[in-house]
C-alpha cells in the first residue's frame, strides 16, 4: 500500500508537542496534516491527539477549538485515533488536576496526581508493561523503556482497556487500547527507536 | 523503575559546539546536528544544547540547529543560552525544543519562570543554576552565579532553588562553578543538598572527568540524571560504555 494515499491528521489545538509528533511521522515515511478543521479530521484515516500541559486547560481547548467534538465522533466511527500524554488524560471522564474539571469520558475513570514520596514530575526513561497482545507492540519487547514527563495520571473504572502498565511508587496505566483508539501516557515521538516503531506499528494497522 | 539518565551537554556558540575549562578556553568540538544525531545513535536519554555565545545573532543560529536535530533525533531536546523572554522560549520550542533552561533571565526576572510555566508547563521550565562554593556570609555553601559564571550575586544557592520551584520550575540543571572543566568529580554535596531539598528531578552537572564520577553524582549526590560534555565530545568514552558501567554498579539505566 502506499503511503501516500492515506491522510493522516495531528489535531491543532493551539497547545502540544506537534512539531515532535510531525517530525516522528516525516521520519517514518509519513505526510501528515496539521489541522484545527472538524471536516478534515473526520475525513483522516488516521489520527493523533498530541498533548503537553495540564489536563483542564487541555480540555478547554480541545472544547473552545471544536475539537472535543472532533474526537468524540472520531471515536464513535471507530477511525484510528492515536493519544499522547495530555492527549490520553483527555479521554477519561475527569481530571483532579488545577480543581477537578470534566473530561471526554470516552474511557469511564479519573485521572489523579502521581503519589507523593518520589520525584514530580515523573520525567525520564521507565519501562512499559505490555498487558495484552497487539500488532502495535510488533518487535517492541516486553517493558522496553519510554520517555514519560507527567505529573498525573489516568486511573480508567475498570482494566478492559489497559493495554501497559508503568511502575512509579505505584502501578499506573501508561497505555490504553479501546477499538481502534490507542493512548500513551509516554511519548512515541521522544522514545527513541521503540517509539517510532510503535508509530509505525499503528500506522500499518490503521491504514491497512 | 524510572531509569536514571545519560545527557550529553553540547556548548554552542556561532553555531559549533564548543567546550572549555571554567567558561573559558574553548576548543571547537564539532558541528552541533552531527553530534546530536552520533548521541542519539549511541543511546543518549535527552540532549543539552548551551548557547554560550548568546548574542541575538546567535539565538537565529541556535533555532536552525534546533529545528535540524530536531527531524533527525528522538529524544528529549533541551536549550538554553540568552533566552530572557516568553518570546524567546516560544520560537525556541516551536523549533523543536521540548525544555528551555533559564539562568541569568530567571535571576533578573523570578516572574518569567512563573509565566512559563503557566504557559507552556512546568515540565518545559528547567532553572540552570551556576553554583560556586561560597565564603560570602549571605550565600552560606554556594552563591548563585549568573552571565556564564561571570557575575556573582550574593544569592544563596539553595534558598533560590526552592524559590524558583515554588513558581514554576520543574527541573533544575545544577553546574558546579568549581568543578566545572576540571574533570576530577561533580560536587556531590551540592548535588545532595539540592536533590535532597526540592521534589523535582535535579540534573548534575560540572565536573566529569571519569565513569566513577557519573556513578558518584547518582548515588552519593542522589542527581536523577548526569549531565557531561567533554568525555563524550572527545570519545573517551561512548554513551553506551557510561551506561554499562553504572548497570554493573547496580543504577537503573535504559540500555537499548
Known sequence: ?????????????????????????????????????????????????????A??????????????????????????????????????SSTEEDG???????IPGKVRKLPQGQKVPHMGWNQVRQVVSHPVFNNIPDNTDFYFVHSYYAHPADS????????????????????????TQFHPEKSGEPGLIMYSNFLKYALS | MLTKRVIPCLDVTDGRVVKGTSF??????????????????????????????????????????VEKVARQVFVPLCVGGGLRTIDDIRRILQAGADKVSINTA??????????????????????????????????????????????????????????????????????????DGHRAGYDNELNRAVSELVAVPVIASGGAGTLEHLYQALALGRADAVLAASIFHYREYSIRQAKEYLAAKGIPVRLQ
Open chain 1, 1 to 53: 500500500m502506499k503511503k501516500d494515499t492515506k491522510k493522516i491528521a495531528v489535531i491543532d489545538y493551539g497547545a502540544g508537542n506537534i512539531g515532535s509528533v510531525v517530525n516522528a511521522l516525516v521520519k517514518l515515511g509519513y505526510q501528515a496534516t496539521v489541522t484545527d478543521s472538524v471536516s478534515a479530521i473526520l475525513k483522516a484515516d488516521a489520527v493523533f491527539l498530541p498533548g503537553v500541559g
Open chain 1, 55 to 92: 489536563g483542564g486547560d487541555t480540555m478547554q481547548s480541545l472544547q473552545a477549538s471544536g475539537m472535543a467534538a472532533a474526537v468524540l465522533k472520531l471515536v464513535e466511527l471507530r477511525r484510528p485515533l492515536f493519544a499522547i500524554c495530555v492527549g490520553m488524560q483527555v479521554l477519561l
Open chain 1, 100 to 106: 477537578e474539571h470534566r473530561c471526554l469520558g470516552i
Open chain 1, 160 to 183: 478492559s482497556a489497559v493495554a501497559g502498565l508503568t511502575e512509579y511508587g505505584i502501578e499506573f496505566c501508561s497505555m490504553l487500547i479501546k477499538n481502534n483508539l490507542f493512548a
Open chain 2, 24 to 65: 573559558t578556553n574553548l576548543r571547537d568540538a564539532g558541528d552541533p546536528v552531527e553530534q546530536a544525531a552520533f548521541y542519539y545513535r549511541e543511546g543518549a536519554d535527552e540532549l543539552v544544547f548551551l548557547d554560550i555565545g548568546a548574542t541575538p545573532e546567535a539565538r537565529d543560529t541556535m533555532v536552525n540547529v
Open chain 2, 106 to 179: 530567571a535571576v533578573q526576572n523570578p516572574g518569567l519562570l512563573r509565566e512559563g510555566a503557566a504557559i507552556f508547563g512546568r515540565q518545559c521550565m528547567v532553572l540552570a543554576v551556576d553554583a560556586r562554593r561560597s565564603v560570602n556570609e549571605n550565600a552560606a555553601g554556594w552563591e548563585v552565579y549568573t552571565h556564564g559564571g561571570r557575575k556573582p550575586t550574593g544569592i544563596n544557592v539553595l534558598k533560590w532553588i526552592e524559590e524558583a520551584v515554588g513558581l514554576g520550575a520543574g527541573e533544575i540543571l545544577l553546574t558546579s562553578w568549581d568543578a
